[in-house]
């Protein structure tokens, strides 16, 4: 590299021929994108959930029936409305449909408790939600808790089994839960409309109006402290990297994708389900994963990309039944979240010639900032900075960018970068700097560029586990803990695992009243009762007092680094 080459610009030698650098995207809504792949490709399979396939012509028309029954119902443009399903064809019917009725998806975690729920509804100011009726439950404990005035005024609520043929091969765990008919739930103050009743609306519909500046999705993201945040993302911001993810894994209307990352996360949602609509490819979806059943779509629908965590490729290779799967279909697989491990990544190298390209990105950058260019990717990297994008590592304090090999915060500028926070001006004025008349976003990562360009993530500035690409923020576990009866005191903190990267635990100080009767059992049932089972604590360990600075905060990074040292002898063996 010469000396006066920006080491931010050094990828540009490894970047894909076949690529430009930067991209200009429609200046159309999200809606748009289903609109001109169901006139292209009318009877092509969208969806395909077990045995059945929903063509691009069916995805649209119910988008429509059910946008027409949500304005009908009171939602108006820009109103927020909450998704709370696991993945499946309804999840993108009500995704698509909440667009064309001018208004703004709120995704949300279908792991998350009524302790957890309330936010979702009163952040927002959501008054109408979408929602799997094995979910009802706990959204309407959830609001039950609000004040009046602050509670879902209609509910929509739908069975995954109305998306399943008879004769569909569904794991055996699975059928009790996939299969289920529940009570049409009661909502206090409000009404409920099942989904069949919602889709016969014959309600008119509005002009689209949305254009690439309007707000189209609020996902939420959880921080250092306090609750989670809602990121602005209008239609311009997932259109750019929906675009660029197509033309990067060499994604066209051949496509087949396997869809198992969730929905509700931004790189299930834009990677996968955008994607795939703005190409007219087709998606094949899984509710959750399994690996037997993965193999088994790969196999028979000839899956052609996927996009996943590397811990998935971990257990499908892991599988006794592999050698009976064909992989030989994939042509494109990546993703991120935790690291790939260079053995695994060697495997798939040598069975099928496939090159895993690992990524990076948050919420706040519409899922990919980074990504290993598929012809030419590192192992154990973030990749380079995609489309359009200007990525820059600096000093935290001094925010001078750094040069090669120095390791300092990622920060990020590009058209797939959030707005802002929603109702957090503070929040979002700390989150931006400015560089050459240029907005970064500060991701909180530590990372470094290597003489190609390349990225590595080396540390975090932001206190967060990550449990198998699972964003876990430990002021908001201990936000939850606080409300045991039994616990004082409560710190989380990151362990290893040598399946997931890393776990939760929690270092626990009870009330004098319950010591000796309280056990880590006790509280690790209850944390299962009370919070999504990916922010559980795995493990609880007992203290008679947290360590304390000398303006009595926790130094959780003390009690971080003695788990640390405990669990390296172990990890070196």
């Not at 998350?112 to 959204?139: F, M, Q, S, W």
């Not at 005024?153 to 069975?159: A, E, G, I, P, S």
């Not at 030989?328 to 993703?335: A, E, K, P, Q, R």
């Amino acid at each position: 590299m010469s000396p006066q080459e920006p080491p931010a610009r050094a990828h540009h030698r490894v970047w894909p021929r076949r690529l430009p650098y930067a991209i200009r995207t429609p200046r159309t809504s999200l809606w748009d994108n289903l609109v001109v792949s169901a006139r292209r490709y009318p009877d092509k399979p969208a969806l395909v959930f077990f045995d059945l396939s929903t063509s691009y012509a069916e995805l649209l028309a119910q988008a429509e029936r059910l946008a027409a029954h949500l304005r009908a119902q009171g939602v108006r443009d820009g109103d927020r409305v909450l998704l709370f399903m696991q993945n499946c064809p309804q999840w993108v019917v009500a995704c698509y449909a909440v667009l064309r009725a001018n208004a703004v998806v709120v995704p949300v975690n279908p792991m998350n408790k009524a302790d957890e729920l309330g936010h979702y509804i009163t952040d927002p100011d959501a008054r109408v939600a979408l929602c799997a009726a094995d979910l009802a439950g706990e959204l309407l404990k959830a609001d039950a808790g609000l004040p009046e005035a602050q509670r879902l005024r209609h509910l929509v609520v739908t069975h995954y089994a109305d998306a399943i043929g008879p004769a569909a091969e569904v794991p055996p765990a699975w059928q009790a839960w996939l299969g289920a008919r529940h009570e049409r739930p009661a909502l206090a103050g409000g009404s409920v409309a099942t989904w069949a009743e919602a889709l016969s609306s014959t309600a008119p519909l509005p002009e689209h109006n949305r254009g690439p500046d309007d707000l189209a999705v609020l996902p939420y993201t959880s921080g250092t402290t306090g609750l989670p945040k809602g990121c602005m993302h209008p239609h311009r911001t997932l259109m750019h990297n929906a675009v660029a993810g197509a033309l990067w894994g060499n994604s066209t209307a051949e496509a087949v994708s396997l869809l198992v990352v969730p929905l509700f996360h931004i790189t299930g949602m834009v990677s996968g389900m955008h994607t795939a609509i703005y190409g007219g490819a087709t998606i094949v979806l899984m509710p959750r994963w399994d690996r037997e059943l993965a193999g088994r779509l790969i196999s028979r629908w000839r899956v052609t990309h996927w996009t996943n965590i590397p811990t998935m490729v971990i257990d499908l290779l892991a599988s006794p039944s592999f050698e009976r799967y064909d992989l030989s279909s994939l042509v494109y697989i990546g993703g991120g979240g935790a690291a790939m491990p260079q053995a695994v990544a060697q495997r798939l190298l040598e069975l099928f010639g496939l090159r895993y390209a690992e990524g990076y990105g948050l919420t706040e950058t519409a899922a990919p900032s980074h990504s290993n260019p598929p012809d030419d990717p590192k192992q154990q990297c973030l990749g380079i900075p995609f489309m359009s994008c200007d990525a820059r590592v600096v000093d935290p304090d001094t925010l001078r960018e750094l040069p090669v090999g120095e390791a300092g915060e990622i920060v990020i500028h590009g058209p797939m970068v959030f707005d802002g926070y929603w109702k957090r001006p503070e929040a979002t004025a700390a989150a931006f700097i400015e560089i050459e008349g240029k907005r970064f976003f500060r991701s909180g990562d530590l990372g470094r560029i290597d003489e190609d360009g390349y990225f590595f993530l080396t540390d975090r500035l932001k206190r967060m586990i990550n449990a198998s690409g699972f964003k876990v923020w430990p002021a908001e576990v201990e936000a939850l803990m606080f409300k045991h009866p039994a616990i004082a005191e409560a710190c989380v903190i990151a362990t290893r695992d040598a399946y997931r990267g890393e776990s939760v635990k929690a270092v626990v100080v009870l009330r004098a009243d319950a010591r000796g009767k309280t056990s880590e059992a006790d509280i690790l049932a209850w944390c299962r009762e009370h919070m999504a089972a990916y922010k559980c604590p795995r493990e609880v360990a007992f203290a008679d007092a947290l360590p304390k600075s000398g303006s009595g905060k926790v130094m959780w990074r003390w009690l971080q680094e003695r788990e640390l040292e405990r669990t390296e002898p172990a990890r070196a063996q």
